[in-house]
């Protein structure tokens, strides 16, 4: 019998890692990773164009789809997903660095940004885009996954309602406009996206992500203060809480290749303490939602501490820097007050 591979995925040039066989719902095989998926709706509907991801967008994780039938309903009785394996997660890598440097993280921000675009050309809708759904390949370039045709989503996420469709439970960092919703419009995912790229860029420059309020205004961290100026214009623009403020996909990417072509050439930002957050108190790991849970997220699984990672991030001198002044810092929040 064929691989469900064959003329799909060239994963030999990849490095296989733990971090892929985190899950009980996913594992490796000699060709690449099998996702196993539990439908919320009959997969009666799904056309064949939507089993396996368009040609044509370059910047996510391929797939393809194959279901096996019951009897009676003709519904799914179970799925299989064979996917690409990238060797690691991109904000592992952001994670090791504590920050990434300026043309590094444009030439990531630019692609992933075209990815989005093409994505959303392709009818793809994500709306919910997280950390853990930014893998690198082999030659260091993004690749995201969780962007779905309808009828994949439906399949997914359960049915829509009308015009909206549904969605993954809502994680703080998701564009303020979806908290407290379970379904949203495809414009609406949309908007969504940029705002969710825009906290992806954040923790690109930065180290961390930025500090959202209950209100939806963002707080930028300390590590954006090396940043130039028109990066965080940019950011700063898609972070908007009013989607209909925020530039499109199309003006994103124009930007953002523009900035990538300047490079080192941008000049620095002075931004003033008092606007910039230090978000370092809430731990070492880059914020993420509970991957373990199937529901949450598409992506392979970290370990939950960095020091069970590759032991070369484990003992990165920035990252072993911070970790003591965490602890120091921990130590002294634990102290009684002096008046006690």
């Known amino acids: 019998m064929a691989s469900p591979f064959e003329g799909l995925f060239d994963v030999g040039s990849c490095t296989l890692n733990t971090l892929h066989g985190a899950r009980v719902d996913q594992m490796l095989t000699p060709d690449g990773m099998v996702k196993i998926i539990t439908p919320e709706a009959p997969a009666t509907f799904v056309p064949p164009e939507d089993l396996q991801t368009p040609g044509a967008v370059q910047g996510i994780v391929r797939a393809k789809r194959v279901f096996e039938y019951g009897t009676g309903d003709g519904s799914s009785q179970t799925i299989q997903e064979y996917r690409e394996v990238c060797p690691c997660e991109l ?61 994949w989503r439906q399949l997914r996420r359960g049915a829509s309602r009308g015009a909206e469709h549904a969605l993954r439970p809502v994680h703080h960092l998701d564009a303020p406009e979806l908290h407290g919703r379970s379904h949203a419009t495809g414009s609406e995912l949309q908007a969504a996206d940029v705002w969710a790229l825009g906290v992806l860029g954040v923790a690109i420059f930065a ?17 954006m203060q090396g940043v130039p100026t028109a990066v965080i214009s940019m950011l700063t623009a898609m972070l908007n809480a009013s989607p209909a403020d925020r530039p499109a996909m199309p003006e994103v990417v124009s930007r953002a290749l523009t900035l990538r072509a300047q490079g080192d050439s941008l000049a620095t930002t002075e931004v003033h303490l008092s606007s910039l957050v230090d978000c370092r108190w809430g731990g070492i790991e880059m914020a993420r939602t509970d991957s373990k849970l199937s529901e949450l997220s598409d992506a392979p699984t970290r370990p939950p501490s960095l020091t069970m990672m590759d032991p070369t991030a484990a003992s990165s001198p920035r990252l072993a820097t911070l970790q003591a002044k965490l602890r120091t810092l921990q130590v002294l929040t634990a102290r009684p007050p002096l008046d006690a």
């Open 91 to 151: 904000f592992d890598t952001v994670a090791e660095a504590g920050a990434v440097e300026l043309t590094r993280g444009l030439n990531w921000f630019a692609q992933m940004a075209t990815t989005v675009m093409q994505c959303h050309a392709h009818h793809l809708l994500h709306g919910q885009l997280r950390p853990e759904h930014a893998l690198l390949d082999a030659e260091d370039n993004p690749k995201l996954v969780g962007f779905e045709p309808l009828s």
């Open 207 to 223: 180290g961390r992500p930025p500090l959202v309020t209950g209100l939806g205004t963002v707080e930028l961290p300390l590590g």
